[in-house]
């Protein structure tokens, strides 16, 4: 594999010893004394993390709680993938890299092929065919990368690519790769940061599990620990269930997978945080879709759904602090979103009384 065209390979910022020069610092820059970088490395960033943690006033008011949701879409590529990306291109850069792989449902995929076009190298990634939202499939071609559409799914596209990469010198950006977990894992800084140390309950999707492992490793080495409540959709819900799951369904195309690798890692964080791993089912994740949209302004992907249709579930359970974090922005998924709608669009003539009936009459 090699990089794409004629076009010289860019030369990359380094990491520096002070904050980075920008309104927005990356994520490495901004700990790097956390992250296993130093002064020098090559930085290939997008000016990822820093995303909001916004009050979610009607779902606190149904749960009884204080509610928050970490807006993970508001990263460059829409989706919490692009801070582990940034850390794993970054570390494959600086070994001497010319390629990066992934499996992906989606958002793994826009990710790998935004940082590798960043950095001047080449990306290949490996999906379910038919089973991967369009707006995630136009991120990944639009970036260059060498799309594989595979006729199985996310686990068995998985199996493939480790094979690969353990024969040819390719670098596998999956959440197996630890730089993946160290880059994720400062979104639980910056909740820890934001409510002075004050979130109690964290609820997130899990599909892959890399991400409630960060979260978990993130607050463990800033001495808090939050209840962690992981909920799987209930067609894809292998932590819930103790087997793999052969054939993984759900409307929640980001967490549709039946063989997690970080399976180990995400029962000791339910475990160790006296947390759990719960499942909800499609309709539950659809009703919290609709509900972030219309009530909260928050249009995020209904994986993302599943954090809050947990917690409206099972509710907040005497936490009276909780984050719910939306993993990636509606965008990536308008197939989803158009088709669980209940509004229409009107068509009208170009009349005043026409446009005045569609305006004020009855929907």
């Known amino acids: 594999m090699s990089a794409p065209g004629d076009i010289p390979r860019p030369e990359l910022p380094r990491v520096e010893g002070d904050a980075f020069s920008g309104i927005h610092v990356p994520l490495i820059e901004r700990y790097l004394d956390r992250l296993p970088f130093a ?33 993970e879409g508001a990263n460059p590529t829409g ?55 369009q707006g995630k499939l136009a991120q990944t071609l639009v970036h260059g990368a060498r799309v594989i559409a595979l006729e199985g799914n996310f686990d068995q596209a998985l199996t493939l690519v480790r094979e690969l990469t353990s024969s040819h010198p390719i670098v ?11 880059g994720q894992k400062t979104a639980a800084f ?45 067609g894809a819900a292998p932590l819930v269930e103790g087997r793999i799951v052969d054939h993984p369904e759900t409307v929640a195309s980001a967490i549709r997978i ?12 339910a475990r160790d945080s006296r947390g759990a791993i719960r499942s909800v089912n499609d309709a539950e ?6 509900l972030l949209a219309s009530r909260e302004g928050m249009f995020c992907e209904p994986a993302s759904a599943a954090s809050v249709a947990g917690l409206l579930k099972y509710g907040a359970e005497g936490a009276e602090q909780i984050v719910c974090v939306l ?30 009936e569609a305006v004020l009459g009855d929907p």
């Not at 794993?88 to 010319?98: F, L, M, N, Q």
């Not at 596998?172 to 993946?180: G, K, P, Q, T």
């Open 39 to 71: 002064v020098g490395d090559p930085l290939v960033s997008l000016q990822e993390g820093s995303t909001p943690l916004l009050r979610a006033p009607v779902i606190s008011a149904l749960v009884g709680a204080n509610v928050r949701l970490k807006l």
């Open 190 to 234: 910056e909740i820890h940061e934001g409510l002075e140390g004050g979130c109690e309950t964290l609820c997130i999707p899990v599909g892959n599990a890399g991400n409630i492992t960060s979260y978990w490793r993130g607050f463990q080495e800033v001495g808090v620990a939050p209840r962690m409540l992981g909920y799987q959709a209930e």
């Open 258 to 269: 039946g063989n997690p690798v970080r399976w180990e890692d995400a029962m000791a964080a």
């Open 172 to 182: 596998l950006v999956n959440s197996v790769n630890e730089f993946r977990v160290e």
């Open 79 to 133: 989706s919490f993938k692009d801070r582990g990306m940034t850390c794993a291109v970054s570390a494959a850069v600086r070994d001497g890299a010319k390629a990066v792989i992934c499996a992906s449902t989606g958002n793994t995929a826009a990710s790998a092929a935004a940082y590798a076009a960043r950095a001047g190298i080449t990306c290949a990634v490996i999906v379910p065919d038919g089973k991967i939202a």
């Open 327 to 356: 993993t990636g922005r509606g965008l990536k998924d308008p197939e989803t979103a158009i088709a669980n709608n209940d509004g229409r669009v009107i068509n009208c003539p170009v009349e005043i009384g026409a446009i005045e």
């Open 285 to 290: 994740i659809l009703s919290a879709f609709r």
